[in-house]
């Protein structure tokens, strides 16, 4: 099974005691929650399915609760860390705590916003505590920096979570659902308290699961092209796409052309449009070359 006893795993009381010595405090700024419970890590890894091959990437590890549960049941873990404090602590913490896994372990010290290549094997898998300010951003940057990511399962604000997971028609759908789903197939995967957390936030968190898709979507459309149709779909989303995409297309006009040669109804708005139907209007937009 593991090779690793639960006394590798971070308690209440071990947190508590390392944060004293680094002189941390847990920042607002940067979303700081450390996850302070043993089973939670655990449940975390369960969910995300880490096999013994997978090479995954944390971001944001903070004292390295989760990291420790990774490296438990991966090949090797590669961690993202901005703080300064923090990403220097991390690598004797795991080498007190796992020094048969200290060699598996590699430390990015930088904003994950910004990572463009990591050391070693490319990642099978990301699985993250992100901080709720930048959850969004950093998930999708990873997500299309990093086409070897199979699997993902990150840990956000509950609110982040229902956003990311819901389809259409639902009232939080919006640009981050649209754009989740470009990469993946997206789900809830479980709700996580408040008391596993030091300090304890005010909302709850959720688990959501992000499956890449083993075909990316059939469009003539780039990337960015279909984006920017989402962008300005839900720019002003009580307004109908003919008025919407009005700024993108050039006019109300063209905008109901482009719509129209997609086969969606000028009159629908954004929150009820899949991923595959704005790829569809980002192929008809007025003077595109497709």
Known sequence: MSTTDPDHLLGPADIRELAAKLGVRPTKQRGQNFVIDANTVRRIVRTAEVRPDDVVVEVGPG?????????????????????????????????????AKKDRFALVHTDAMHVQELPGPAPTALVANLPYNVAVPVLLHMLDRFPTIERTLVMVQAEVADRLAAGPGNKVYGVPSVKANWYAEVKRAGSIGRNVFWPAPNVDSGLVSLVRRTEPLAT????????????????????????????WAGSPALAEEALVKAGISPQARGEALTVEEFARIAENRPGASH
């Open 63 to 99: 004292l390295g609760s989760l990291t420790l549960a990774l490296l438990e049941a991966a090949d090797r873990v590669t961690a993202v860390e901005i703080d300064d404090v923090l990403a220097a602590a991390l690598p004797s913490t795991i080498a007190a705590r796992i020094p």
């Open 220 to 247: 003539s459309a780039s990337k960015d092209e279909v984006f920017r149709v989402v962008d300005a779909a839900f720019a002003q989303r009580r307004k109908t796409l003919r008025a919407a995409l009005a700024g």
